[in-house]
């Protein structure tokens, strides 16, 4: 559906599509009663939730563990004024499952940075909304 603003609303099949082709997203959280930014690599699992691999013992997973967390990735073009905004929102949870991290290990995200205790997190894709940009006009 497009608005009278130019953006097109994108539905989910679209989203995680859009999600799928980006390497790097953001997730969204409370640190010490304060909204938190924290720029993470990611890929999707079958299920489309969104996995993220770091230490077990760092701020990110201590802060959300249980919690219900939003994940965001976009892509934009300045030069053609278009792209896109995928919000991923649902609980975040470290995989526990000895056979669950033993799949992702083969199939889920790398991390960037070397972990020797290195978990996976899981935000479930409990609501899932996007918009895009196409070209529009630079005003006058």
Not at 87 to 116: F, K, M, N, Q, Y
């Amino acid at each position: 559906m497009f608005h009278s603003d130019g953006f097109h609303t994108l539905d989910r099949p679209e989203c995680l599509r859009l999600l799928a082709k980006v390497p790097v997203g953001r997730v969204v959280y409370t640190r010490q009663a304060l909204p938190a930014v924290l720029p993470v690599n990611f890929s999707l699992d079958t299920d489309s939730s969104v996995l993220l691999r770091t230490s077990a013992s760092s701020v990110l997973v201590r802060a959300i563990d249980g919690v219900v967390v939003a994940f965001e990735a976009d892509d934009f073009d300045a030069a053609s004024r278009s792209g896109w905004s995928v919000v991923v929102t649902g609980r975040a949870t470290v995989v526990t499952d000895p056979a669950e991290h033993d799949r992702l290990s083969r199939s889920g995200p790398r991390s960037w940075v070397v972990a020797r205790d290195g978990v996976f997190v899981r935000i479930e894709s409990d609501m899932v909304t996007g918009r895009e940009i196409s070209g529009t006009p630079e005003p006058v």
